[in-house]
């Protein structure tokens, strides 16, 4: 019996994993020395949605965001429960939850997800991202499976594979990046792996950094800008 229900847990957390890539976006964080860049598609479905209410990209405190990436109603409530979790640590030691330990609280509750049979693993990946005071930048990423590690570049979605194996060559060669090159690196991964031409409509492209910690989405006219840099580089 025991047996049976390991199997069914491990099925069910299998099905979350390829619920994710059913969004059909790819994502990529990428940890600088002074900065974290978030990068993700924007896909709008529908003509008659507006756009400006689609997003991955959410903050979770002044300080900490998240992009997410999976079936949107799972990643709704997956930033719900985190806010919901950031907000009693307040209360509770009136000071804001370090980014890992709410990474840590996140991974141990869709841990319990895969336990019970009235439960279902939500299909999303959450990525977390701050500027620890004392740490400095730091990235987390959240699986299903209520696994937690922290990373110095990471990517989930439909393209996952190639594009970490295109930032371990890049990051091989400069593990320090400064903030523009964190940015440029972040957007030229996307496009080298989805091999597509992004306009700044077509990607969000959320940062933290040392000089302004509070977490910020750039405007489409900062994301244009970045976009004419790059393709001068090249």
């Known amino acids: 019996m025991q047996r049976l229900v390991l199997h069914e847990a491990e099925r069910r957390a299998e099905y979350a994993f390829k619920a994710i890539n059913q969004s059909g976006l790819t994502t990529v964080v990428i940890r600088g020395k002074d900065s974290v860049v978030a990068v993700t598609q924007k ?10 209410t689609v997003t ?26 985190a ?9 509770k030691y009136g000071y804001d939850i370090p980014v890992e330990m709410l990474c840590k609280r996140m991974a141990v509750i869709s841990q319990v997800y895969t336990q019970n049979a009235e439960m279902r693993p939500l299909g999303c990946c959450m990525l977390l991202f701050a500027i620890d005071m004392e740490r400095g930048p730091q990235l987390f990423k959240c ?3 209520g696994y937690y590690c922290g990373f110095k570049a990471s990517s989930v979605g439909v393209k996952q594979i190639e594009a970490n ?56 006219s900062k994301i244009e800008k970045h976009l004419v840099d790059i393709a001068e580089r090249d």
């Open 43 to 52: 896909k709008v479905t529908d003509k008659l949605v507006d756009a400006s």
């Open 56 to 81: 991955n990209m959410h903050r979770l405190t002044e300080h900490i965001g998240c992009v997410m990436t999976g079936m949107l109603a799972d990643c709704r409530s997956q930033v719900q429960r």
């Open 83 to 91: 806010r919901h979790e950031a907000a009693n640590w307040k209360y």
């Open 143 to 145: 699986d299903p499976a």
């Open 165 to 220: 194996s295109y930032l371990e060559k890049k990051l091989k060669k400069k593990p320090n990046l400064t903030y523009k090159a964190t940015v440029e690196l972040a957007i030229s991964c996307l496009t080298t792996v989805l091999a597509q031409d992004f306009k700044a409509t077509e990607i969000e492209v959320a940062i933290v950094t040392a000089e302004n910690p509070t977490f910020s989405i750039l405007s489409e």
